[in-house]
């Protein structure tokens, strides 16, 4: 069976890649195959993760770069992307990317949408933002990218508690052991095959 191929644009330390690379060991990523790493960062601990699973790493730089997304969707063509997953990417896209590959972009975002998001808020300020409000829940959100950040169509979220004490690093690390990892390869297995439907 053909597989769709997954790029995979991360900025950071890149636990959900590695998610993402745990479940295509275990299966329950069956549907896709992580072929591409980018990142917008050299140093990013990503790229580690990426070259231990053998996957090919590029790094496109935002800095001083007036062709950015440019060198971005020249990548993922010339690799033949079907789909791309953002995993802590700190970037936003401009309409001229998001519409090129529309319901071919997905994106975690650490909180319930539409609650914390949009422009500014992102890591640890999403975080930081629910203990300030005082919300008891929060959680995690899957959502298809387009031209609002953070205002595509939802494809999977997941709550967690808030507990007492919690500081924001607590807090997302348990956003992202309850509910990232396991909501992001879930949505990347449903929208892959539905991609592999259409072949
Ligand atoms: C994750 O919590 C992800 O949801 C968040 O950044 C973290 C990246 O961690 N993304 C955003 O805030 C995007 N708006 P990771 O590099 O370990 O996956």
Same mark, same amino acid.
């Given at each position: 069976m053909m597989k769709a191929k997954i790029a995979v644009l991360v900025s950071g330390g890149g636990t959900n890649l590695q998610a993402l690379i745990d479940a295509q060991k275990s299966g329950i990523i069956k549907s896709g195959e992580i072929s591409l790493v980018i990142s917008n960062k050299?140093?990013?601990y990503a790229l580690t993760r990426a070259q !231990?699973? !053998?996957i090919k790493t590029l790094v496109i730089? @935002? @800095?001083d770069n007036a062709n950015f997304e440019?060198? /971005?969707i020249n990548a993922l063509e010339e690799n033949n992307i079907d789909l791309i997953v953002l995993a802590g990417f700190m970037c936003i896209l401009s309409e001229k990317f998001t519409s090129r590959f529309a319901e071919r /972009?997905? !994106?975690v975002h650490p909180s319930l949408i539409p609650s914390?998001?949009?422009?500014g808020f992102y890591g640890l300020r999403v975080h930081k933002a629910a203990l300030e409000y005082g919300v008891k829940v929060t959680g995690a959100t899957v959502h298809f990218v387009n031209?609002?950040?953070d205002g595509g @169509? /939802? /494809?999977l979220q997941k709550a967690v508690e808030i507990l007492d004490g919690d500081t924001p690093e607590v807090l997302q690390k348990r956003v992202m052991e309850q509910a990232e990892w396991k909501i992001l390869p879930e949505a990347t297995e449903m929208v892959a095959k539905e991609i592999c439907k259409e072949w």
């Open positions: 050299p140093d990013a !231990n699973a !053998n730089e @935002k @800095k440019d060198d /971005i /972009i997905l !994106n914390f998001c949009g422009e031209e609002i950040p @169509k /939802i /494809i």
